[in-house]
Nanobody, 125 residues
Framework: QVQPVESGGGLVQAGGSLRLSCAAS????????MGWFNQAPGKEREFVAA????????YYAGHVKGRFTISRDNAKNTVYLQMNSLKPEDTAVYYC??????????????????WGQGTQVTVSS
């Protein structure tokens, strides 16, 4: 099981950048694809991005493609989310989790296991 701890959120102006980190405890980190999700107030938690175990494949929600980049460092048990050109609608709590990639691309990606406490990202206009 992967126990994630997210960090790196904050307040940023529209057009700015943030880099989120997810440090995952557990010796099995390299066995799992990992993903980022976000949850805005009053909304369901939504998929943002995912990366395969060996970083060979990455997946993005349509509204972040070209602005966000997911990466991982298996030696550090850490997955990152570089967020550029941030928009006010990106405001949310961001979480990471292990994911199953399934079939069918983005639509088949499902989180499983533990959630961390999340990290708040606030983008001002």
């Amino acid at each position: 099981q992967v126990q994630p701890v997210e960090s790196g959120g904050g307040l940023v102006q529209a057009g700015g950048s943030l880099r989120l980190s997810c440090a995952a405890s557990g010796r099995t980190f390299t066995l799992y694809a990992m993903g980022w999700f976000n949850q805005a107030p009053g909304k369901e938690r939504e998929f943002v991005a995912a990366i395969s175990r060996n970083s060979g494949s990455t997946y993005y929600a349509g509204h972040v493609k070209g602005r966000f980049t997911i990466s991982r460092d298996n030696a550090k048990n850490t997955v990152y989310l570089q967020m550029n050109s941030l928009k006010p609608e990106d405001t949310a709590v961001y979480y990471c989790a292990a994911v199953s990639l399934g079939v069918g691309g983005v639509g088949g990606i499902q989180p499983f296991g533990s959630w961390g406490q999340g990290t708040q990202v606030t983008v001002s206009s």
